[in-house]
């Protein structure tokens, strides 16, 4: 999931910061899973800061990442087993944890007027290197405008 803040973003990096990566922990808690609150990982660079943190049942880490850069970003990524094409792979894709971070990314960005999305770094399109990302399905083309295109 990513948000990106927009000059017409109506709260600041740290305010999306501090509203986001909690309501991402507690969707991972509420659909079953424990987030040992003790990062395995805090950075802090001249373009923004990282944490990381474990997830189980594992092996599982969730990395959360700003970048103060342009208007600024905000990426939360799951890896593991049960997160992305690895958890089709593997037979126990968590679908309903995917659909709550999608509605949490759209909440995020009615609440704050910032651009979500969600994306698979699993998935790749447009070629070696590319990730594939996701807009939030109230924000997805029709068929009919497809078929205008």
């Known amino acids: 999931m990513t948000l990106i803040l927009v000059p017409e973003s109506t709260t600041s990096l740290d305010g999306v910061w501090n509203e986001a990566l909690p309501a991402v922990i507690d969707e991972l808690e509420v659909g079953g899973y424990t987030v040992d609150r003790e990062e395995l990982l805090e950075a802090a660079t001249e373009h923004g800061w990282l944490q990381k943190f474990r997830v189980e049942p594992g092996p599982a880490t969730l990395t959360a990442a700003a970048n103060t850069s342009g208007g600024g970003s905000i990426v939360f990524d799951l890896s593991g087993e049960r997160f992305g094409q690895k958890g089709l792979r593997y037979g126990n894709h968590d679908e309903a944890l995917w659909d709550k971070l ?17 994306g698979d770094p699993d998935f790749v399109t447009g070629g070696p290197g590319a990730r594939g990302t996701f807009l939030p399905s109230s924000q997805t083309p029709h068929e009919d405008d497809e078929e205008d295109s």
């Not at 999608?102 to 969600?118: D, K």
């Open 102 to 118: 999608e509605a949490l990314a759209n909440r995020l960005g009615a609440a704050h007027t910032v651009v979500p999305t969600i």
